[in-house]
């Protein structure tokens, strides 16, 4: 062991502390995860990406640790999935609580199309769902940590743009369901927590409530334009910040009127005739995948929180800001 000349001993000491200062200053402080947990996903990005600058890396520590604060515990539950109806006639923007004493007969679907009239009970376990869609700001973080060039970059030298299509909060805008299941497991490999893209059932519970007999997956279960929903043609932008308007009663932000959001599931119109009881996860096999809210500004029926939505190609071949997902824990304990 090398001896350090006492005289040296309160400098060496001094560099030392500042040493370990500079280094627990780097760290963010989370919400829920404790200090030893953000250092070591600190150290696996620098594992992971030895080449990239300190600066990329703390970019991409804040990320994955705001991506796990902003986790919402969602408790498991069962319910009755699918388009449970809704007096036809009521008005979106004041709805009754379901079934509220309407007689049948005025009770119609909800969806326009049939593959989602089969209702079906549902057994989920916890998991934790996401309250934000992922940002554009943290999806271009995935592209520059793979080396890869971030999409539209002639586009985004346009300042007429940037508001519109480029500001970070935006809802991050994909062209594939790949591309939205590959960031969640991204996150998932930083992290070392299982995430995931959310399952159908787990979406729908969540937009629901916990499986409750809500129309629209907004705070009251009705359209309240300018305050949980927006205002169609509002400074005639396709999408808005992720964190714009109220939540519903969890939490969760903009799950319809923003963008879709992708799910982890194939699409098959009968399969709620054979889903499992529990957690389904969707047909083995299929062609298209499903989406799930509204982008804006479709109709608002397309809102509803039971509305099952596909993809018309299995992958697209420019990036679509209508189209954007958030991901999941899949795990039954919170973090």
């Given at each position: 062991?090398?001896?350090?000349?006492?005289?040296?001993?309160?400098?060496?000491?001094?560099?030392?502390?500042?040493?370990?200062?500079?280094?627990?200053?780097?760290?963010?402080?989370?919400?829920?995860?404790?200090?030893?947990?953000?250092?070591?996903?600190?150290?696996?990005?620098?594992?992971?990406?030895?080449?990239?600058?300190?600066?990329?890396?703390?970019?991409?520590?804040?990320?994955?640790?705001?991506?796990?604060?902003?986790?919402?515990?969602?408790?498991?539950?069962?319910?009755?999935?699918?388009?449970?109806?809704?007096?036809?006639?009521?008005?979106?923007?004041?709805?009754?609580?379901?079934?509220?004493?309407?007689?049948?007969?005025?009770?119609?679907?909800?969806?326009?199309?049939?593959?989602?009239?089969?209702?079906?009970?549902?057994?989920?376990?916890?998991?934790?769902?996401?309250?934000?869609?992922?940002?554009?700001?943290?999806?271009?973080?995935?592209?520059?940590?793979?080396?890869?060039?971030?999409?539209?970059?002639?586009?985004?030298?346009?300042?007429?743009?940037?508001?519109?299509?480029?500001?970070?909060?935006?809802?991050?805008?994909?062209?594939?369901?790949?591309?939205?299941?590959?960031?969640?497991?991204?996150?998932?490999?930083?992290?070392?927590?299982?995430?995931?893209l959310p399952t159908e059932a787990q979406w729908e519970y969540a937009a629901r409530n916990r499986g409750q007999y809500v129309v629209f997956p907004t705070d009251n279960g009705s359209l309240d334009y300018g305050r949980n929903f927006p205002i169609a043609g509002e400074k005639k932008r396709l999408t808005f910040a992720v964190d714009s308007l109220v939540p519903n009663p969890l939490g969760i932000y903009n799950l319809a009127g923003n963008a879709t959001d992708w799910v982890n599931d194939w699409y098959d119109k009968d399969y709620y005739k054979v889903s499992p009881l529990i957690n389904p996860t969707g047909p083995a096999i299929g062609k298209l995948r499903i989406l799930r809210g509204s982008s804006y500004p479709e109709n608002p029926l397309l809102s509803a929180s039971t509305v099952r939505r596909w993809a018309k190609e299995p992958v697209g071949k420019q990036y679509l800001q209508g189209h954007s997902f958030r991901c999941a824990i899949q795990f039954d304990q919170a973090i």
């Open positions: 062991m090398p001896v350090i000349n006492k005289t040296l001993l309160p400098l060496f000491t001094s560099i030392m502390l500042m040493g370990c200062q500079a280094q627990t200053s780097v760290l963010p402080k989370s919400q829920k995860l404790s200090a030893d947990k953000v250092a070591e996903i600190a150290a696996t990005i620098e594992r992971t990406y030895p080449k990239l600058s300190t600066e990329i890396r703390g970019q991409l520590l804040n990320t994955v640790v705001k991506s796990l604060d902003n986790m919402v515990f969602v408790e498991g539950g069962e319910f009755q999935m699918g388009d449970f109806g809704w007096p036809y006639d009521d008005d979106p923007k004041n709805l009754c609580d379901w079934p509220c004493g309407v007689d049948p007969e005025r009770m119609g679907n909800i969806s326009m199309d049939g593959d989602d009239d089969f209702v079906h009970p549902v057994k989920l376990s916890s998991y934790s769902f996401s309250k934000y869609q992922t940002t554009l700001g943290d999806f271009d973080l995935f592209f520059i940590a793979q080396g890869k060039p971030l999409f539209d970059a002639e586009d985004r030298k346009r300042e007429d743009l940037q508001e519109m299509f480029y500001a970070p909060k935006l809802p991050a805008p994909v062209k594939s369901w790949q591309e939205a299941k590959d960031y969640c497991g991204w996150l998932g490999q930083l992290s070392g927590y299982p995430v995931d």
